[in-house]
């Protein structure tokens, strides 16, 4: 059976991807896939064969991609979201990992105009796909009742967590080389409305006029973001707040397993997604209180009010560090379970 996955970067890790594409090629024995990415990707297989964007037209260039793709006579075409040809309806299965951007779009740099017309778009996607597969049950809801598409299209297959991490870390210690007086939480969430970074300052400020803690706050996106420094400058958060790049993974770990918690403030009811550096490292996790996430984790972490700046002040004062097992998580949502489920869901539509 002749495959085609489509990747764009802007969602999905270069590693979940290295992990979906591995675990296709150990859950089939004769299948092959081509992979359509627009960054650079290795993987010697002689099951795997990679196009990559090599210059602004390939990708660019709807319908030369719609032939090509027309030429190659797929048996099935899964497509991880974002950009896709529109009029390319053969045997195409759509992920659509959340609806986050459409419902809080980030609006310093999307016009209403341009937000309608990114809702259009994806209508038009979606409309010529097979099967459209989403990661919970609010999305689904989403899909069939704000964008018009039908409940029997729409297929739920949970995403997964990377495993409980085994590796060795450099040793470091996070408060000495920060210089930290306090002890410390990290947000790694990243930047938009709905991630709700605001409110968790606001909380943090109230706090630290009592008893003292630090926020790390994770990866370049918040580094390099003016808006965010400027917020922390003007809740005189300069020493409680520090902005840290991108650690490599030895590093990493130091982080996760020197702080206290993982605070996971969001505002939009989907997959967590961002928290699987906090599993992985089996770091406490504090969270909002959306139906999703409770569905997941059940009494696993604590949860909190993401609309309450004062139940986010009185989870701050609450704060211990205590030991944390994800392995049975990890176990439940797991890559092997992903690609075997959305396999079968594919092969099952084929034999219609």
Known sequence: ?????????????????????????????????DIFCDFPLHFDHQRIKIYQEKNSNFFKNTFSLHKFLLQQKYESVLVFWENFPIFYNKNCFFLVPSLEKIWYPDLENITFLKKYSDILTQKMYLKNAQKILCFTQTSKKDLNEKLNIEEEKIEVLPWFFWKISDTIPTQIDIKNKHSLQNDYIIYD??????????????????????SKISLLLLWKEIANDITTRQEVIQLWLEKECIFVWNPDEKERINYYKQSLWVFFPVLYNHFPFELKNAISYNCPIFSSNGSEIQKIFWEDITYFSPLSIQNMVETLKNLSHSQKDYSSLVKTYSIQSFVASTLKMIQSNHSL
């Open 1 to 33: 059976m002749k495959n085609a996955l489509y990747f764009q970067k802007s969602f999905f890790s270069w590693d979940d991807i290295l992990e979906i594409i591995k675990e296709c090629i150990a859950q089939t024995q004769h299948d092959t896939f």
């Open 189 to 210: 969430a990243g930047l938009g409305s709905s991630k709700n970074l605001s409110r968790l300052l606001q909380s943090l400020k109230i706090n630290n006029s009592h």
